[in-house]
């Protein structure tokens, strides 16, 4: 009975609480809108590309607009002033390709494009090749994925990360520092009812926000996810929870809820770039994929990825972190609740 | 003007003893410059992919024909580090389909990058091919190698990317060889910049680290002077002494600049070790300048209609969001939808980005340069205007 009065006024405070919200679910939704289309822009760029060529007409190729320059240098500064995606000039047997080096990211995608128009200039002049090359993409849902279809399970997995750390950083610190839960230990509460109804509600909140904020991707962007609702339930629950102890531990670090919110906002900043969530770890510096494959989020993120049917994770892999995850999380809420103050 | 001192003093003591003040305006930039340059330019050059070689060639072994094992041994060279250098890719070969099925496997697991299978009469094929094309004949199939490679992976496409090019080599030369390469045309490509000297991402990215660490001062440090202090009550307390508003107004931002071009000096230092390359002109001193100047009311701004510190602070976030990924500081803004390109140029950070690369000779600005002045200055103005109007020294 105290535990479902505790568990309502929880609720209560944090649908009150307009700071939770928008770092619980506005921000994240904000993160995923503008991420999503920056970034599918850059990897994934869709429509025609505005490429420029100077000298020789160039053979028509499907997806590129061309427009004539009169000079080079004209050509070199629309590439340069990013007003053309690409530049073209046909050198004698060199087919001169300029990019500018701000649109590093898309250098594959602009390579192959050169590749493309270079193969329809051979054909024109009846050379061809002596091998053909034929590219087959596989993937591991058989399904027609694209980068935004990656980046959707990462920023939700971010979600994951900075809602279990912020409910202890955050909210737990907030009612330290308040002195709410001193007042509380003066009613007959026992002290796991208060526990046990903080982390639930904040389980609860932390799930109806990836809910969320996943039925909104779907909406805008339509992923064709395969979904083991299983293993999507379990690694939002174990994975919130799992931030929950490193929340705890920062939290005894910290004197007050404001260090231990600052000393969470750095983590997450430094952390979501190292986790597989924007870039893919293969293309870190050797150093910094170590530090990658040392962190949590980078597990969730790959765990999340599987539970989309997307990415692969094999049952032992999968089952190994969440129960890490899980277990370590008790432990360090356990251990440290022994040493937690309230004063 | 003491008493400007006298607060600018304790402004700057108390922004050095802060923690987070030190973090999110000097070290969080240079971080994320160190993090970016090392990401984006380590793309296609420190990079190591990991490879299958299935050849299944059968004619022609061990002969002077044999062109499939020309290509296994330019793969296996490419697989030998040298000068303790990482190789470009690490080699697994095997000629069953037994090795295929499992490379598969292993690369929809993402345990390699991409696999290279050379056709059972690859090498019959290539000496055919040769021949009809000094014949004009066409009787007879192309050899087809296939590359597998998982579906948008930024690795795997790298892998691609090295792979062709190997192939691209051999058919050069097979060309070469056959006499029909005076005509052969290949793709070079060629990075340009505006200055004409060699200008790699970090060039790009320097500017806009620079313009993302200045707006943050205004955003987080202007919000966090007022409407904490003002949340605190210590600006009421101020306000008893004998101190009055625009001497506090002034010391505030004295000591914010201060941050400023401390934090300026850092990221450039770091920059050009880095390797950047960029121009300081008497263009591009003004622009810095400019930049801070403009940034500068986006605090006061979003003091004047926040009610609390927590709101400010919430409100702080979603415009450095915005200002930072939709105003092009990091990436170019390409191939996003009109409406998401529409924010991006009605953003001043899109035109401050463009005028300092321009003024620093990185690129040539994709906005004319009067509207990389008149923009931010716009913003300025009215951001200005509605703070003065607006904004309660008391809550």
Do not use: C
């Not at chain 1, 479902?4 to 770092?23: E, Q, V």
């Not at chain 1, 520092?177 to 509600?201: G, H, N, Q, S």
């Not at chain 1, 150093?287 to 999340?304: C, E, H, K, R, S």
């Amino acid at each position: 009975m105290r535990f479902s009065a505790i568990l309502k006024a929880m609720t209560f405070h944090s649908i009150r609480d307009r700071m939770n919200l928008f770092f619980n679910l506005f921000f994240p939704l904000v993160t995923l809108l503008i991420f999503g289309y920056v970034f599918s822009g850059i990897y994934s760029p869709q429509g025609s590309m505005n490429v420029g060529y100077y000298g020789q007409v160039l053979p028509a190729v499907s997806g590129i607009k061309y427009v004539e320059y009169p000079t080079l240098s004209s050509l070199q500064e629309a590439v340069n002033s990013g007003k053309i995606d690409l530049g073209f000039t046909l050198d004698g047997t060199s087919l001169i390709t300029y990019v500018s080096p701000a649109n590093i990211q898309s250098s594959d995608y602009y390579t192959s494009i050169s590749k493309s128009v270079a193969d329809e200039i051979n054909k024109s002049k009846g050379i061809t090749s002596i091998i053909n090359v034929k590219r087959n993409d596989v993937s591991f849902s058989g399904k027609q994925i694209n980068y935004l279809d990656n980046l959707i399970p990462g920023i939700l997995a971010l979600s994951i990360f900075s809602a279990g750390i912020f409910s202890i950083t955050a909210s737990l610190a907030h009612f330290r520092d308040k002195k709410v839960i001193k007042k509380f230990w003066t009613t007959p509460l026992a002290k796991w009812e208060f526990y046990a109804a903080f982390l639930f509600e904040k389980m609860i909140e932390s799930f109806l926000s990836i809910i969320l904020l996943f039925l909104i991707a779907m909406v805008f962007f339509h992923p064709p996810y395969s979904i083991d609702w299983l293993r999507f339930i379990v690694t939002t629950l174990a994975g919130t929870f799992g931030m929950m102890g490193i929340g705890m531990i920062i939290l005894l670090l910290s004197p007050n809820a404001r260090v231990a919110s600052e000393i969470s906002s750095v983590l997450y900043t430094v952390i979501m770039f190292f986790s597989g969530v924007y870039f893919p770890l293969d293309l870190l510096p050797k150093f910094l994929q170590d530090v990658a494959y040392g962190l949590p989020l980078t597990y969730i993120v790959i765990a999340m990825k599987s539970a989309m049917g997307i990415a692969p994770m094999s049952v032992l892999s999968y089952w190994l972190t969440i129960v890490i995850m899980f277990f370590g999380a008790v432990l360090v809420l356990l251990g440290f609740s022994r040493i937690f103050k309230i004063d | 003007m003491k008493r400007i001192v006298s607060i600018f003093k304790a402004l700057m003591i108390s922004s050095i003893r802060s923690p987070s003040v030190i973090f999110w305006n000097i070290f969080f930039p240079v971080i994320l410059l160190l993090i970016l340059a090392s990401i984006f330019t380590n793309i296609g050059k420190g990079v190591s992919v990991k490879i299958a070689f299935v050849n299944e060639s059968t004619t022609f072994k061990n002969t002077n024909m044999d062109f499939a094992s020309y290509i296994s041994d330019a793969f296996k060279s490419m697989s030998v580090a040298t000068d303790g250098k990482t190789p470009i890719l690490t080699l697994e070969a095997g000629s069953t389909q037994q090795f295929l099925n499992e490379s598969l496997e292993k690369l929809k697991y993402g345990k390699i990058n991409a696999i290279v299978v050379i056709p059972p009469l690859f090498n019959t094929q290539v000496y055919t091919t040769l021949l009809q094309q000094k014949s004009g004949l066409s009787l007879f199939s192309k050899p087809q190698v296939e590359i597998y490679t998982l579906q948008n992976d930024q690795t795997s496409n790298v892998a691609f990317t090295i792979l062709s090019s190997v192939l691209e080599a051999f058919n050069s030369e097979f060309l070469k060889n056959s006499g029909n390469n005076s005509d052969f045309v290949s793709p070079v490509i060629e990075y340009i910049s505006k200055s004409g000297q060699n200008f790699s991402y970090v060039d790009f990215v320097v500017p806009g680290i620079l313009i993302m660490a200045v707006m943050t001062v205004s955003l987080f440090g202007i919000t966090d002077d007022l409407l904490v202090q003002r949340e605190k009550k210590v600006l009421r307390k101020l306000f008893v002494a004998p101190l009055n508003k625009s001497e506090y107004f002034f010391a505030m931002i004295f000591s914010n600049i201060i941050i400023e071009v401390i934090q300026i000096g850092i990221i450039i230092a770091i920059g050009f070790w880095l390797g950047a390359t960029l121009n300081f002109n008497g263009w591009s001193i003004f622009y810095v300048i400019f930049t801070i100047v403009t940034t500068l009311p986006l605090g006061f701004f979003i003091a004047s209609f926040a009610k609390s510190a927590d709101s400010g602070n919430a409100m702080a976030n979603i415009f450095n969001f915005l200002f930072m990924f939709l105003g092009g500081l990091f990436f170019p803004i390409t191939g996003v939808p009109f409406a998401v390109k529409a924010i991006a140029y009605a953003l001043p950070t899109t035109y401050l980005g463009n005028g300092l690369r321009s003024a620093m000779g990185v690129m040539s600005s994709p906005t004319p340069a009067y509207l990389n002045v008149i923009v931010p200055a716009a913003w300025a103005i009215v951001m200005g205007i509605y703070s003065v109007k607006t904004f309660k020294w008391e809550a």
